[in-house]
């Protein structure tokens, strides 16, 4: 179907599916920072080369399942994600605990090739199946007043093992201002490559937001708030010096440990040359959106 979006990208721009489901193969001995994040580069991303099946399979970050980078991979199995359902609360007409099938019930799924880009500084191009979130907040009914969107990911203790030894303030929350929740790029995904999501990549529906990091993009979403206050999130709870609210893809603010104006492509290899990071992902339609704010000044 036609996008009401100017998309650059096709499936030639795409990471390999293998390169994809482990995105962490490069960043072995970084820093994680419980983000998931991915996103291609310039105007215009180019193919990656897929990494081996053992090196794609090895390194994730889901802190939920641990810190390590291959703890994901050998304890989202745990995840339970039938049945599944979704409460909507706050400022809405219609509040209520949906199962999901109910939610997303009489709306579009859509394709969506996105880049994505992660806060420490590495990118892919992943071929989305979501909905927009606009649909959903309009089905639910979004009252006068209403001024932001809050999001929380699941917590099964029993199944999650970085619950249990608290290495987050859980559960992982996220927000976003009205606005941006409902922009047309704004989507919550269901699947990828026509696959329903992989549990470490966020089972059964996740936030996919493409011109902010990745960590905003909030993973296996049990609760959805609308609101007239900003709402707290996670990265900036545990450390608001580094992550703020609004955390943007901003070339010309570095993380204040590392630069953000370029970044290493998943499936590139090691030792590939790094690419240019474009202002807002590569998304200048959002632009608007922050005009007279001080870009600086949100990271």
């Not at 994680?32 to 990656?48: E, K, W």
């Not at 999901?100 to 969506?112: I, N, S």
């Not at 609760?223 to 010096?241: F, G, H, V």
């Not at 993380?255 to 970044?263: D, G, I, N, V």
Request: aromatic fraction near 10%; hydrophobic fraction near 40%; charge should be negative.
């Amino acid at each position: 179907m036609a996008h009401r979006w100017n998309n650059d990208l096709t499936r030639a721009d795409v990471t390999p599916k293998a390169a994809f489901l482990n995105r962490r193969q490069i960043l072995a001995g970084t820093a994680g920072l419980g983000a998931i994040g991915l996103v291609g580069t310039g105007a215009q991303a180019q193919t990656l080369e897929p990494n081996t099946l053992e090196e794609i399979t090895t390194y994730n970050n889901y802190y939920e399942f641990g810190t390590g980078k291959t703890d994901p991979a050998q304890n989202a199995g745990a995840l339970v994600t039938s049945p599944w359902s979704v409460k909507v609360d706050g400022m809405v007409d219609n509040p209520g605990d949906y199962a999901l099938d109910d939610l997303l019930a009489g709306l579009t799924v859509e394709d969506r090739i996105y880049r994505f880009r992660c806060v420490e500084a590495w990118s892919m191009v992943i071929p989305w199946n979501g909905i927009e979130l606009a649909d959903i907040l309009n089905k639910v009914g979004v009252q006068a007043g209403a001024k932001y969107v809050a999001f929380e990911t699941v917590v099964q203790p029993e199944n999650m093992i970085g619950v249990r030894r608290r290495v987050l303030d859980f559960p992982y929350v996220e927000g976003l201002r009205l606005d941006e929740a409902m922009h047309p790029l704004t989507i919550m995904a269901t699947g990828v490559y026509d696959e329903p999501l992989a549990n470490q990549c966020g089972a059964p529906i996740r936030l996919v937001v493409p011109w902010k990091y990745g960590f905003k993009s909030i993973k296996s979403i049990v609760r959805i708030t609308l609101t007239d206050q900003e709402p707290p999130t996670s990265w900036n709870k545990a450390n608001p010096r580094e992550y703020g609210f609004y955390s943007n893809v901003n070339p010309t603010v570095d993380h204040p440990r590392w630069s953000q104006a370029t970044e290493r492509k998943v499936g590139g290899g090691l030792f590939a040359a790094r690419q240019p990071t474009p202002m807002f992902n590569g998304y200048p339609e959002v632009a608007s959106l922050y005009e007279g704010m001080d870009l600086t000044a949100f990271y």
